[in-house]
């Protein structure tokens, strides 16, 4: 999967900037623009190739959420999390009925905010690998990534690989190091890293099995509780 393509639309500059800084300490994540005006954001998306927009509702030309129903209206191949200091509940159901991912109601942390992108970066890898979705997969789609797991993820771990590797240990259940590298198409020491940060983070428990060589294989398997 390539990297997430992020417009962010924003008429502060100040929070822009910050939304900007969060965006790019994850790495599965790039902005392509910066847009301080709904018609700058408009033409923007009909000329660049955006993956997800990171939409305020108010500007002084007007809502955001006209933004979002222009361009459902138009059938635009782009998603919307919505980040404003508007709650009441008419804009919210507003936002979501036009099919906004999430919502984040200023001021927000950078927890909330980064795990928005995470659920948004899981939805996407499942999604795009075409397949059909069984129950369980739609369930787990409509789930917000862990907090603690994305905070606690090293710097040397990708989001982007993360977000496969638990699509696979929840898909599979019980796996080895050499089985997620051969589902992946990564090293089995990067397979291995990343089974162990699970593990620390008690996301699966670490087994000894002995296979029929004789040569004792440690296994991952997903706790269910």
């Known amino acids: ?41 408009y033409e923007f998306l009909k000329s660049r ?14 809502e955001g959420l ?25 804009r919210i159901e507003r936002a979501l009925r036009h099919g906004a991912v ?13 795990e928005a992108l995470l659920k948004y970066l899981r939805q996407k890898a499942k999604l795009e690998k075409g397949d059909l979705l069984s129950q369980t997969d739609v369930d787990e789609i409509a789930r917000l990534g ?13 989001e982007m690989t993360f977000a496969k590797v638990m699509e696979h240990v929840r898909r599979r259940k019980s796996l080895t ?20 940060y699970l593990t620390t983070m008690g996301v699966v428990d670490k087994d000894l099995e002995y296979r029929k060589t004789g040569r004792p294989t440690y296994i991952y398997v997903l706790r269910e509780d």
Do not use: C, H
């Open 1 to 41: 999967m390539e990297s997430v393509k992020v417009l962010i639309v924003e008429d502060d500059p100040m929070v822009a900037e910050i939304n900007r800084r969060f965006v790019e300490e994850m790495s599965a994540f790039e902005v392509v623009g910066v847009a301080n005006s709904l018609q700058d954001a």
């Open 49 to 62: 190739e955006v993956d997800l927009v990171l939409l305020d509702v108010f500007f002084p030309e007007g």
């Open 66 to 90: 006209d933004l979002l129903r222009r361009v459902r209206e138009e059938e635009l191949d782009v998603d919307f999390v919505l980040i404003t200091a508007a709650s009441d509940g008419a």
């Open 102 to 114: 999430d919502y984040i109601i200023k001021p927000f942390d950078k927890k909330r905010f980064q």
């Open 146 to 158: 862990s907090s603690e797991l994305l905070e606690n993820l090293p710097k040397n771990m990708s």
């Open 177 to 196: 190091a050499a089985d997620l590298a051969s589902d992946l198409g990564v090293s089995r020491v990067t397979a291995q890293k990343y089974l162990d």
